[in-house]
T-cell receptor
C-alpha cells in the first residue's frame, strides 16, 4: 500500500530564515505530486505540482520554490521566509484518481 | 477559479441528514470530496468522474451534475464521527495531465449528540 511522509511535523522559524520541507511517497511509481498551503481556518491553496522528476509547475507567484530530485521526493523551499508564509503545508500524491494527503507540516513564522 | 461551496456551516443532531453543494463556473472533468478533522490532513472520500455519476460510501454519497457544473454531497443519518470540514475539489476539463484540483472554501459540519 502507498504511504506519504512529511517532515518536520511542526516548525517555528524567524522572518528572513530559509525553509526546507520534505515529502516522500512509498509504494507507487511516477505519481503526480502537489504542495498545498492552508492558512488557519481557511481552504487549501495549490502552490506547486509536478508530473515527473524535475518538472515543476507553479500556481501562485511567491517567495517559495519546489523541486523534485527523485521520483517520489518533493521538496518545498524558501530563501527568506515572510510572516505571511505561516500555515499548514500539505503534500499530496495521486495517480489517476483521488489525491492523498500527507500528515502536513505546521509552520509558524515569527 | 475556486468552486463555491454552500452552506458555509451546518449544525445537526445525530441521525439527521445534510446536503453540501459545490458549484463551478467552468466545465468540470471531475469533482473530489474530502473531509478534514481539526488539526489533521484532509481525507479523500470520493471522486466523481462522469456527468450524472453518483457514488456512495457508508451513508455518505454524492452526485455530479455535469450540465449544471455542480456536485452535491449527501450525509444520511449523520453520526458524531461525521463532524469536520468538508471540501470539494474541482478538476477542470482544461487541466493538463497533472489533474490539479482547486478547492472550495469548505463547509464546517458539526454533529451534536
Amino acid at each position: 500500500s502507498q504511504t506519504i511522509h512529511q517532515w518536520p511535523a511542526t516548525l517555528v522559524q524567524p522572518v528572513g530564515s530559509p525553509l526546507s520541507l520534505e515529502c516522500t511517497v512509498e509504494g507507487t511509481s511516477n505519481p503526480n505530486l502537489y504542495w498545498y498551503r492552508q492558512a488557519a481556518g481557511r481552504g487549501l491553496q495549490l502552490l506547486f505540482y509536478s508530473v515527473g522528476i524535475g518538472q515543476i509547475s507553479s500556481e501562485v507567484p511567491q517567495n517559495l520554490s519546489a523541486s523534485r530530485p527523485q521520483d517520489r521526493q518533493f521538496i518545498l523551499s524558501s530563501k527568506k521566509l515572510l510572516l505571511s508564509d505561516s500555515g499548514f503545508y500539505l503534500c499530496a500524491w495521486s495517480l489517476t484518481g483521488g489525491k492523498f494527503f500527507g500528515p502536513g507540516t505546521r509552520l509558524t513564522v515569527l | 477559479q475556486q468552486p463555491v461551496q454552500s452552506p458555509q456551516a451546518v449544525i445537526l443532531r445525530e441521525g439527521e441528514d445534510a446536503v453540501i453543494n459545490c458549484s463551478s463556473s467552468k466545465a468540470l472533468y471531475s469533482v473530489h470530496w474530502y473531509r478534514q478533522k481539526h488539526g489533521e490532513a484532509p481525507v479523500f472520500l470520493m471522486i466523481l468522474l462522469k456527468g450524472g455519476e453518483q457514488k456512495g460510501h457508508d451513508k455518505i454519497s454524492a452526485s455530479f451534475n455535469e450540465k449544471k457544473q455542480q456536485s452535491s454531497l449527501y450525509l444520511t443519518a449523520s453520526q458524531l464521527s461525521y463532524s469536520g470540514t468538508y471540501f470539494c475539489g474541482t478538476d477542470l476539463i482544461s487541466s493538463g495531465s497533472a489533474r490539479q484540483l482547486t478547492f472550495g472554501s469548505g463547509t464546517q459540519l458539526t454533529v451534536l449528540p
